[in-house]
Nanobody, 121 residues
């Protein structure tokens, strides 16, 4: 099974930036599609960004133009660069290892512990 460890969360002011990282334990990280999800208090966990093995990316409209997902296969790491943060971005952020099929991201069974992002003045 794959183990995932997220890091990089914290408290930032509106308009600020933050970069999240997720380290994948597997030896074949390059074969997995990866994604970032978030879950705000009282809300469902939602997919916000995903990246395929060939670096195709997809974003939820709520973060499009502000967030960038990327991967470094040499480091077994996926990143989420977050710019122009808004209070509504406050949530626990999770990464996931899955795959692409039929033009959709399919999540895997394992999740990391998550990292808290709080956007507040």
């Amino acid at each position: 099974q794959v183990q995932l460890v997220e890091s990089g969360g914290g408290l930032v002011q509106p308009g600020g930036s933050l970069t999240l990282s997720c380290v994948h334990s597997g030896s074949r990280f390059s074969l997995d599609a990866m994604a970032w999800y978030r879950q705000a208090l009282g809300k469902q966990r939602e997919l916000i960004a995903s990246i395929s093995t060939s670096n195709y990316t997809n974003y939820d409209s709520s973060v499009l133009g502000r967030f960038t997902i990327s991967r470094d296969n040499a480091k077994n790491t996926v990143y989420l660069q977050m710019n122009n943060l808004k209070p509504e971005d406050t949530a626990v952020y999770y990464c996931n290892a899955g795959h692409w099929a039929y033009d959709s991201y399919f999540y895997g069974d394992n999740w990391g512990q998550g990292t808290q992002v709080t956007v507040s003045a």
